[in-house]
């Protein structure tokens, strides 16, 4: 897709650290885009970045309610 299109392309869906790796070095991607996992990760990109493990995100707190599943995940230097 990304040599029919010629631009930049950002993909996004279900990645992981190497999943996401692997397409940005096979060159299937220029940047990748996390969403469920940066809910679940407010520090997600320094949790990439060094390896660390990752909070797992509560599918029942999507889309809608209050704060909870939004702005209560901990970031790393608050669980640590
Ligand atoms: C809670 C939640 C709300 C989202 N709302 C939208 C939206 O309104 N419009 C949209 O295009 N994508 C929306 N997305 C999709 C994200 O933009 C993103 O493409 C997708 O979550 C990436 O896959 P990943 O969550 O597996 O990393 C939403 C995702 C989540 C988890």
Request: no cysteine; charged share 20%.
């Amino acid at each position: 897709m990304k040599k029919a299109f010629g631009g930049r392309v950002i993909s996004a869906g279900g990645y992981v650290r190497e999943t996401a790796a692997g397409a940005i070095a096979e060159g299937r991607a220029d940047a990748i885009a996390f969403g469920q996992l940066f809910i679940a990760n407010p520090d997600l990109p320094e949790r990439l970045r060094t390896a660390a493990p990752l909070d797992r995100y509560h599918r029942p707190t999507f889309y809608g309610g209050d704060a909870r599943g939004y702005t209560d995940y901990p970031a790393l230097s608050a669980s640590a």
